[in-house]
């Protein structure tokens, strides 16, 4: 007697027996009450779970996505002049006397773009009026109110998230490295002295050090714990300054040492943020890779619709979406795999966001003093 090969979505959704196999009819079980409910609640438990881990990967890294955006546009519609940029081959020459120093904007106004090179050359992070909340959440950086601003004498102080992208690795700076702030007309290069941790009440900080121009990073501490106790402070002194007509600082120029990683990350975020300028991206990469699986799976269904074979009703989620698509097991993997990042963007573009908005365990640490 001939015996029958289990389909693959047979032994994915438990429904292959084995004893069944020899038989030229086999016998597919369809589970009872129980086992409707046991699928039920083991495919939302999963879900759950697939949905937890989207969440803490946007938390970590998926949001600068769209921040980049958020960013793009509030330095557009605050008339910045983008003309001058990283990838520029002329170097600015420093300029020496006083530096020019910009009016403080109101709230929210748009101050710059701030450049950190150890962390990448094609890093850099709007700055905007303020520490509130609201402001932190397009991932850039706050300047505290109470401090100057940059280039004038005295300390212009700023905080920013610790995510990855963003303030994430700030332990890591070491003395001697660069942070630029760029404004419309001018460059401000400040130069790394130390670093140490303070409560989160040590407003001291933000004081002003003599008769000194200093530069002073603040960020959570410890990174991933919700609410950080501490403050990672980072000091920085004024080194000098330089017109932006005139090009780019040395420190932002592409002869600066880096490794293949650095290159790799920074061409993928130069396109990421040439994009950005027009649209946020998890709703276009949504968009492409749905439409991608879309036509994918509409070729296959047209190509073996005639192989598929009657299944037994399940309740579990994953199995039908598994389901879904069509034709022999290796394109349907891949349909699989193109379904889920669909799913994964959609959660990045709306989901998270939401979440992240109104479930309280799920926001991101203030990185301010208070």
């Given amino acids: 007697m001939d015996g029958k090969a289990p389909q693959w979505d047979d032994i994915i959704s438990g429904e292959w027996n084995e004893e069944d196999s020899d038989s030229p009819h086999r016998h597919i079980k369809e589970p009872d009450t129980f086992g409707h409910v046991l699928q039920l609640v083991t495919g939302i438990a999963f879900l759950l779970a697939i949905i ?6 946007w938390q970590t890294y998926g949001n600068e996505l769209d921040a980049i955006h958020a960013q793009e546009t509030i330095a557009i519609n605050n008339g910045f002049d983008e003309t001058i940029v990283p990838d520029s081959d002329k170097i600015a020459r420093s300029q020496a006397g006083e530096p020019p120093v910009d009016p403080q904007p109101a709230e929210s106004g748009f101050i710059g773009w701030m450049y950190i090179p150890r962390f990448g050359l094609e890093w850099k992070r709007a700055i905007q009026e303020g520490v509130d909340p609201s402001i932190l959440a397009n991932l850039g950086l706050g300047h505290y109110e109470q401090t100057v601003m940059p280039g004038a004498m005295g300390n212009t102080a700023y905080a920013g998230h610790r995510t990855p992208s963003d303030l994430g690795y700030a332990d890591r700076l070491q003395a001697g490295d660069a942070i630029i702030i760029q404004t419309n007309t001018t460059w401000y290069v400040y130069t790394v002295q130390k ?11 933000l004081d002003s050090q003599g008769d000194e121009r200093t530069l002073t990073l603040t960020t959570c501490d410890p990174m991933y714990q919700v609410p950080a106790p501490n403050r990672l402070i980072i000091r920085a002194n004024f080194d000098y300054w330089a017109n932006t007509a005139d090009g780019i600082p040395a420190e932002l120029s592409d002869q600066q040492p880096s490794t293949p990683v650095q290159d790799t990350v920074a061409n993928i975020t130069k396109v990421v943020r040439d994009i950005s300028k027009h649209a946020p991206i998890t709703p276009l990469l949504f968009t492409a890779v749905f439409v ?4 994918f799976n509409g070729i296959c269904w ?8 009657p299944k037994a009703p399940t309740w579990n989620v994953l199995t039908l979406l598994w389901r879904l698509q069509c034709g022999p097991a290796a394109p349907r993997v891949i ?3 193109l379904m889920w990042m669909a799913i994964l963007f959609a959660c990045w573009a709306w989901l998270c966001p939401f979440l992240a908005s109104n479930v309280p365990w799920l926001e ?3 990185p301010g003093l208070q």
């Fill in 335 to 337: 349909l699989y795999m």
């Fill in 302 to 309: 047209l190509a073996f619709r005639r192989e598929r074979e």
């Fill in 195 to 205: 670093s140490w941790i303070v409560p989160m009440s040590d407003v001291s900080v």
């Fill in 52 to 57: 937890a881990i989207f969440q803490l990967v």
């Fill in 292 to 295: 991608l699986w879309l036509v």
């Fill in 364 to 366: 991101t640490p203030y």
